[in-house]
Protein backbone atom coordinates (compact mmCIF):
# COMPACT_ATOMS: atom_id res chain seq x y z
CA UNK A 1 0.00 0.00 0.00
CA UNK A 2 2.57 2.23 1.09
CA UNK A 3 4.34 1.79 -2.44
CA UNK A 4 1.56 2.35 -4.11
CA UNK A 5 1.11 5.88 -1.93
CA UNK A 6 4.74 6.69 -3.17
CA UNK A 7 4.00 6.14 -6.69
CA UNK A 8 1.17 8.44 -6.75
CA UNK A 9 2.85 11.14 -5.03
CA UNK A 10 5.68 10.91 -7.58
CA UNK A 11 3.34 10.86 -10.36
CA UNK A 12 1.82 13.86 -8.57
CA UNK A 13 5.13 15.58 -8.78
CA UNK A 14 6.39 14.65 -11.99
CA UNK A 15 2.84 16.58 -13.42
CA UNK A 16 2.90 19.57 -10.64
CA UNK A 17 6.44 20.19 -9.55
CA UNK A 18 9.26 21.46 -12.50
CA UNK A 19 12.25 21.18 -10.21
CA UNK A 20 11.29 17.45 -9.58
CA UNK A 21 10.72 16.67 -12.84
CA UNK A 22 13.97 18.26 -14.06
CA UNK A 23 15.75 15.97 -11.25
CA UNK A 24 13.80 13.23 -12.37
CA UNK A 25 14.86 13.93 -16.30
CA UNK A 26 18.45 14.33 -14.90
CA UNK A 27 18.34 11.38 -13.17
CA UNK A 28 17.25 9.37 -15.91
CA UNK A 29 19.94 10.64 -18.12
CA UNK A 30 21.96 10.10 -16.18
CA UNK A 31 20.95 6.42 -15.45
CA UNK A 32 21.66 6.09 -19.41
CA UNK A 33 24.63 7.81 -19.78
CA UNK A 34 26.04 5.13 -16.94
CA UNK A 35 24.52 2.39 -18.77
CA UNK A 36 26.32 3.39 -22.29
CA UNK A 37 29.75 3.97 -20.38
CA UNK A 38 29.10 0.44 -18.71
CA UNK A 39 28.64 -1.66 -21.81
CA UNK A 40 31.74 -0.56 -23.67
CA UNK A 41 34.02 -3.80 -24.35
CA UNK A 42 37.06 -1.45 -23.52
CA UNK A 43 36.78 0.99 -20.52
CA UNK A 44 39.57 3.59 -20.58
CA UNK A 45 40.45 5.73 -16.92
CA UNK A 46 38.58 8.75 -18.59
CA UNK A 47 35.40 6.64 -18.57
CA UNK A 48 36.01 4.98 -15.28
CA UNK A 49 36.24 9.22 -14.03
CA UNK A 50 33.18 10.09 -15.93
CA UNK A 51 31.53 6.82 -14.43
CA UNK A 52 31.70 7.79 -11.25
CA UNK A 53 31.30 11.83 -12.11
CA UNK A 54 27.84 10.79 -13.64
CA UNK A 55 27.39 8.31 -10.59
CA UNK A 56 27.51 11.49 -8.16
CA UNK A 57 25.44 13.31 -10.26
CA UNK A 58 22.89 10.61 -10.05
CA UNK A 59 22.64 9.48 -6.43
CA UNK A 60 22.51 13.62 -6.01
CA UNK A 61 19.63 13.95 -7.83
CA UNK A 62 18.09 11.26 -6.19
CA UNK A 63 18.70 13.03 -2.49
CA UNK A 64 17.12 15.89 -4.02
CA UNK A 65 13.89 14.04 -5.21
CA UNK A 66 13.27 11.93 -2.05
CA UNK A 67 14.15 15.12 -0.36
CA UNK A 68 11.31 17.32 -1.97
CA UNK A 69 9.06 13.40 -1.52
CA UNK A 70 9.56 13.70 1.94
CA UNK A 71 8.66 17.30 2.44
CA UNK A 72 5.63 16.95 0.62
CA UNK A 73 4.63 13.79 2.59
CA UNK A 74 5.27 15.86 5.46
CA UNK A 75 3.45 19.21 4.17
CA UNK A 76 0.64 16.58 3.23
CA UNK A 77 0.42 14.56 6.97
CA UNK A 78 0.42 18.10 8.18
Known sequence: MENRT?????THLLATDEHFRTLHEQHTEY?????????RKLVTDGDELEEQRLK??????KDEMNDLLSRHRTATVS
Do not use: G, R, V
Open 6 to 10: QDDLI
Open 31 to 39: SKLIDQIEA
Open 56 to 61: KLKLHA
